[in-house]
Every structure is written in C-alpha cells, then in structure tokens.
C-alpha cells in the first residue's frame, strides 16, 4: 500500500481520538513530542533528497573494510571461508535494515533509533542503544583521521611531513562540511559516495580482467581455490592443521565481515532529514540487498581468485596499516604486473576514509541530538541553527576527533587498534537493538490490528527473520574475541585485546540497568505501545510535500527527468 493512504485510513487513533489533538495538548505543555521536533528553534530541516540517501546508504556499505580489510581476512582463513563469511554476515546486515525499514517507514521520527527503541520497546533499551552508538562514533572519526594521515603516507613518510598537520586539515574540513547544512553534506557524500560506486566497480572489472588473464596472459580461474586451497587448515602454531583448524579461520573471519559492514544502518539515522522518508528510506533498504551482493560479495569472490592466501606479498601487505600497500586488490595488481593502479587506488582509499570520517561525525552529533530529543541527553543537545544543524550536538561530537593527535606519537597507534575492536562490539550491539526493536514492534502492531498491508514497508522475513539475525548476531558478540577462551592461545594472548573486545557489553548492560533504577522505567506492552502520537505530523508534512511535488510536475512537465533520473540512477 501507497504511504499516502495511510493518512485516510489511521488519521486517528483506534479509540476516535484525534492525532492532532494529542499533539496540540501535549505542546502546550512539553514544546515538543518526544522524538518528534517541531519547533524553529530545535528541529532539523528535510534536505536529504532520494538521491542522497541512496548515496549515503551505499557509502555507509562500502569503505576501507571491503577495500583493506578482506586482505586479512584471506590470508587468515582462505577464499571460500571470506565467501561464506561475507554472505552470511551481509544476510544479517540486509535483515537489520529491513527491520529498521519498516519500524521508520510508520514513523520518521528526528530522534532515530534511540527514539524507536524507547517508544516501541523499553526507553532504558533506548538510553542504552543511543549512548553506546554515540560513544562508537566519537571514537570513528578520530580513527579515520589517523587513517588519512597513515595512507597519505603512501607517498610523503612522516619524518618529511608531521601526521598532526593532515589531521588538522582534514577534521577542519569534516567539521565544515557538516556545519554548512544537511543540504551541504548531502550533496558532498552523494558525489563521494559516487566516486566510490565507481572505484569498486572499476576494481571488480580489473579483478576479471586478471582472473581471465588479460593483464599478464595468466588465466587464474578457480587456480588458487586448488592450491593453496578454498580454505586454511591452520589457525595457528599450537592447533594442529585439520578441520578445528579450518573451522577457527572460518569462524574468525565472521568478525572481520562485521566490522566491514558496520555503518550500512546509517540510513536510519537519516530519517529526520529526508524528503519523503516514507517512499526514500524503504527504497534505500531495498536496494541494500543487492548492493551487499554487487559490491562484497563479487569483490570478495574474485579477490580470492586473483590472490593466493599464502602469497608472502599478501603477508606483507597485513602489515602495512592503512594505505595502498595494504589492500589484497593492489597486490593482485602487482602480482599482475600492473604498475600505475597502486597510486589510484591509494588516492581513492583517501577520498573513502575522508568520506568515512565526516559521515561518521554527522551520526556522531545526530544521535547526540536524538538521544537529547529523546529526554536522554541535556536539551542543549536538541538546539538547531538556521540551517537545522544540531549545533552544539555538532561541535561537542568534534571535540573528540582532537584524540587523532595522540597518532602523532608512535607509541600511542595501539590505542587506536584497541579502539577499532571497540567499534566492533559496540556495532554489533545496535544491530541486536535495532532487531529487538523490530521484535517489539511487530508484535505490538498486531497485537493492535495492524496488518501488514497497512504498513508502508515490512520486513521480507518479517519477525521470524529478525529472531534468526539477532541470534546470530549474539553469538558473534559472544564469542568475538573466542581465542582468548581457548588455553593454549589465552595463555599468551593480549588481554588489553579481551577486554576492549568485551567492554561494551558491560557498558551496555550498566547503562539499561542503570537507566531502570534510576527512572523507573518499564517496558512497553504490546497493547499499550503508541503508533499513533505526532504521526499526523508526519502525515502533514509528507502530504505537503507531495503536493508540492505535483505542482511542479504542473508547471514543468520535464521536472524530475534529469540526467541522473534517467540514465545514471539505475546503477545507484
């Protein structure tokens, strides 16, 4: 069903009284609908058009983990494990989106998931999940920097040009462009996002050319499948090479695919800002699927066709951090014999962790504003400028990119390799909030009569598919960092690795216990869960924005047939 019917059919609550009422009472009272901005002075302005947050959707799927990290992941546990690790992980990804699509397609509310979990679920859930993204996201952004300044190395060592200096460069940049307004930072992560499209696609062509034998007359096929093999039979030095061997590379690679994935849920962050979040942000979900297929799970399979896993120049290349060097698609251009794509693709890496870096700070000071429009944060948090910037969301959020300067010291880059394994679980964490949000929300919508075709969007696999995801998504937090928990790796392992794999558990925990005792809170019963209260505000605005649409369709029958329509967003 078409979003617009909704507004005839549930313009009222089920027990007659009027949306509109509910909301004008509690304005008079509070200002604002909790998770729902309306005022000048607090609420974010709609300039996100379709084409940005189809952008953005694909550039928060494709970064530096596709890019660098499936060298590891290949030299660790062989070809066919990565395939069927990426595959299963990206299945997950593709239901966690689905659910967010269908919960943000009733209701685009300004304050994103912590404003879901808490109406829909439990507000402690709410508190929880709002702080612990916000606490990954400040620490993203200063890794990213550090990243800039490691692959700007690449070409100028650090003995002739400080780090510190393109850090400083680029966090000034970052902080500009998400200070000009969301229509600003739309734009520039549509055309960087589209420069990524490209960069992947180009990679994907010159890995077939390579697997086919046309860059140096060597046609690889399914040769390195046979030998080395499709899988690494050895873990490490203390397991002996057989099947436990197998099944531990595999199983380590499960993180690596993670942590690649991590960010593609940025799009629900987005729903405050869009034009039409009802049409936009399901269209974006949808497309996620084969975007997940396009460009990881074919990068993934043909980069174990044109590398061997035990290639010393894949070995080497684990080594060199970020740039370049460090990616197993630059190897296999060498091992091509092809000698400019090395700097390409270096520049391309710079351009994907600067775009990394300023949508990781736009979510940054988002979810502060969402946790603040929740009631989680202070008020402060929720104040916009002219342009609908959460300002003091913006700048409190940036303040903590100043932490890539400890990157100018040598001995201070494992902290940041900690704070990656950070990221990692406190990723994890939301995809299982955002699925039990989703848990809650079906559930309570049929409770209340809700079918599915009075829904906008619903999930393809409906709650069945989010009890699959979060499983799954359990058990990799669980057993993340599994080795420490066998004896004859923990013995010697790194504990600082441990705990930073683990610490956002507790985090997590402290704070949903912590919010309970403190406020009180219970969950929310099937019953009893609201779907209805600011949803005519919504309705308005999406109905404002249709007529508008229509009235220039009007007076310019070509208005909407752009280049971009037409020919170029097919691909996109």
């Not at 900690?418 to 559930?443: A, D, E, K, M, P």
């Not at 099937?526 to 949803?535: A, N």
Request: charged letters at 15%.
């Amino acid at each position: 069903m078409e979003a617009g019917s909704l507004r005839s059919r549930h313009s009222s609550s089920p027990n007659g009284t009027k949306e509109a009422g509910i909301f004008n009472d509690y304005e008079e009272q509070h200002g604002h609908i909790r998770g729902i901005e309306t005022s000048a002075e607090t609420s974010l302005h709609r300039g996100l058009k379709a084409r940005h947050i189809s952008m953005i959707a694909i550039g928060g799927a494709i970064g530096t983990g596709l890019i660098i990290g499936t060298g590891k992941a290949l030299a660790k546990a062989g070809p066919a494990a990565i395939l069927i690790s990426y595959s299963v992980i990206g299945f997950i990804v593709f239901l966690v989106m689905a659910g967010l699509g269908e919960i943000s397609a009733w209701l685009p509310m300004s304050a994103g998931f912590t404003g879901y979990a808490s109406r829909f679920c439990d507000p402690s859930l709410g508190f929880a999940l709002g702080w612990t993204y916000w606490f990954k996201y400040i620490i993203l952004p200063p890794n990213q920097l550090t990243a800039s300044a490691l692959v700007i190395q690449f070409w100028l060592p650090r003995d002739r040009v400080n780090p510190g200096v393109w850090i400083a460069i680029f966090l000034v940049v970052i902080i500009g462009i998400n200070y000009f307004g969301v229509k600003f930072f739309g734009e520039f992560e549509f055309w960087l996002s589209s420069f990524k499209v490209v960069v992947i696609i180009g990679i994907i062509l010159v890995s077939l050319v390579i697997t086919a034998g046309g860059a140096d007359g060597h046609a690889r096929g399914f040769e390195y499948w046979r030998n080395p093999g499709a899988f690494n039979p050895k873990f490490n030095d203390e397991i002996p090479e057989g099947s436990l061997g197998r099944f531990l590379t595999f199983y380590s690679t499960l993180v690596t695919a993670t942590f690649a994935f991590l960010g593609t849920e940025l799009v629900g962050v987005t729903v405050g800002e869009a034009q039409n979040p009802r049409r936009t942000i399901p269209r974006a979900i949808k497309l996620t699927f084969y975007r997940i297929v396009v460009f990881y799970l074919i990068s993934v399979f043909l980069v174990g066709m044109i590398v061997p896993y035990n290639d010393s120049k894949l070995a080497f290349a684990n080594k060199a951090e970020t740039s370049a060097a460090a990616s197993p698609f630059v190897v296999a251009i060498e091992l091509a014999n092809i000698n400019v794509l090395p700097h390409i693709v270096n520049a391309s890496i710079l351009l994907f962790v600067l775009s990394a870096a300023n949508s990781d700070l736009y979510i940054a000071s988002r979810t502060l504003y969402g946790l603040a429009s929740d009631g989680s944060a202070p008020a402060i948090f929720r104040k916009t400028d002219k342009r609908g910037v959460p300002i003091y969301a913006l700048f409190t959020s940036a303040t903590f990119g100043l932490l890539a300067f400890l990157n100018v010291s040598d001995d201070s880059k494992a902290v940041f390799t900690y704070l990656v394994n950070v990221t990692t679980i406190l990723g994890l964490i939301s995809w299982i909030s955002i699925l039990v949000t989703h848990i809650w929300f079906v559930r309570a919508r049929k409770a209340q009569g809700l079918t599915d075709d009075m829904m906008p969007y619903t999930a393809p696999l409906g709650i069945w598919g989010s009890y699959v995801a979060l499983f799954i998504c359990v058990l990799v937090a669980i057993t993340k960092n599994f080795d420490a928990f066998i004896p004859s790796i923990s013995a010697n392992g790194n504990y600082k690795t441990f705990i930073t794999g683990y610490i956002g558990i507790p985090v997590y925990l402290i704070l949903i216990f912590g919010h309970k005792l403190v406020t009180k809170s219970k969950g929310v019963r099937p019953h009893e869960c609201d779907f209805y209260t600011g949803k005519d505000i919504i309705d308005r605005e999406e109905e404002e924005f249709l007529a508008e649409e229509a009235a220039k369709r009007a007076a310019n029958p070509k208005y909407g047939r752009s280049f971009y329509k037409k020919w170029v967003s097919w691909l996109f």
